[in-house]
């Protein structure tokens, strides 16, 4: 839409449900509107404010209250897996979302509206990572694991990226490499075989690299330059 439309106005989803209806100011939800789910029912009636949410009610499928906001504070209370605390009208303090159908979700902290603090992430009710965000991205330490929920990866993170310290684990337990990340890439450290022996070493993004599923056949063996991995990938086969 070229410029900031003024006045009321009715949004619908792809297949032609009604999702708001109300007014804007400035291209933005400003006074009175109502929101629908995908189905056409009503989920939040009330006052907005720059886009956000102020003062209002919000329902369930059956029309019943599950929250009230007042000057753009409250909980807001979506479903069993959404809920979070809102004040002057963006996400702050502890939350818990869902995402497509519940294939992915997030629980932990928020600071205006983006992931600050403690959280963690889940696939399918299963978790993936846990540690620490700022700004809305990992940042800090952290740990991965893999879909059995054994642990991955343990260590530091800076803007999603593995930076700095870590280590890396086969599905077994034994440690696969260990020792500095950059921009998600092994810097300096070893790398171990799945019988935890030392198989090479890279220093500064160099070296000579065999690395392995988690069955213990080799998947890459060759140089390893400025980050990246030069020869030939074999018989690629892990389980995530």
């Known amino acids: 839409m070229e410029g900031k439309f003024n006045g009321k106005i009715k949004e619908y989803n792809r297949v032609g449900v009604i999702i708001f209806e109300g007014e804007y100011i400035n291209g933005e939800r400003n006074g009175y509107g109502k929101e ?3 189905s056409g029912i009503l989920k939040f009636e009330g006052e907005y404010l720059n886009g ?3 003062d209002g009610k919000g329902y369930d499928s059956s029309n019943n209250v599950l929250y009230e906001l007042k000057d753009g504070m409250g909980i807001i209370i979506e479903n069993i897996n959404n809920f979070y605390e809102y004040i002057e009208g963006e ?3 502890n939350a818990k979302f869902s995402y497509n159908s519940n294939c992915q979700s997030f629980e932990g902290e ?5 992931k600050n603090g403690k959280g963690k992430e889940y696939l399918f009710n299963k978790l993936i990572f846990e540690g620490e965000y700022k700004d809305g991205k990992r940042n800090g330490k952290g740990r991965e694991y893999y879909y059995n929920e054994k642990l991955k990866f343990e260590g530091e993170y800076i803007n999603n990226k593995r930076n700095g310290k870590g280590k890396e684990y086969y ?3 034994n ?3 260990e020792g500095e990340y950059l921009n998600g ?8 075989n799945k019988d935890n022996k030392i198989e090479y070493q890279i220093k500064e993004g160099q070296g000579f690299v065999i690395e392995y599923d988690n069955f213990g056949s080799v998947i890459f ?3 390893y330059k400025n980050g990246e991995e030069t020869g030939k990938e074999k018989n690629f086969l892990e389980i995530k």
């Open 52 to 54: 956000k949410k102020w």
């Open 91 to 93: 996400v702050n303090g």
């Open 171 to 173: 599905n077994n337990g």
């Open 185 to 192: 890439k092994i810097w300096n450290g070893k790398g171990h």
């Open 110 to 114: 928020y600071l205006k509206g983006k």
């Open 175 to 177: 440690l696969k490499f």
């Open 221 to 223: 063996e060759g140089e």
């Open 36 to 38: 629908y789910n995908d």
